[in-house]
């Protein structure tokens, strides 16, 4: 069992930058491959990006590659989500979810095992 908190969401005009955190109770935390989702008000939930365990390996949605960077200090059990050059249509709750495989990079939400309570972002034009 693993928990998962996020933090570092809020207000931001068009062309900021935020940087999401995502925090591991477990020590663990190399084992698993850890994804961040979104989700706006009357959309379904939306991958964003996804690292393996390690960190070498990351996967982003086509919405957000060049601006987003996805990265992660295993040492402090934590997975950051950068983003920049943020749009309006950034706009959302932003989820944490890990898989217990850390091979594993997967786009579909129901192949994660644990979820944070998410941390909202807004972005005004």
């Known amino acids: 069992q693993v928990q998962l908190v996020e933090s570092g969401g809020g207000l931001v005009q068009a062309g900021g930058s935020l940087r999401l955190s995502c925090a591991a109770s477990r020590r663990t935390f190399s084992s698993y491959a850890v994804a961040w989702f979104r989700q706006a008000p009357g959309k379904g939930r939306q991958f964003v990006a996804a690292t393996n365990g390690s960190g070498i390996r990351t996967y982003y949605a086509d919405s957000v590659k060049g601006r987003f960077t996805i990265s992660r200090d295993n040492a402090k059990n934590t997975v950051y989500l950068q983003m920049n050059s943020l749009k309006p249509e950034d706009t959302a709750v932003y989820h944490c979810?890990?898989?217990?495989?850390?091979?594993?990079?997967?786009?579909?939400?129901?192949?994660?095992?644990?979820w944070g309570q998410g941390t909202q972002v807004t972005v005004s034009s």
């Open positions: 979810a890990a898989d217990q495989d850390p091979g594993v990079l997967t786009v579909l939400w129901n192949e994660y095992d644990y």
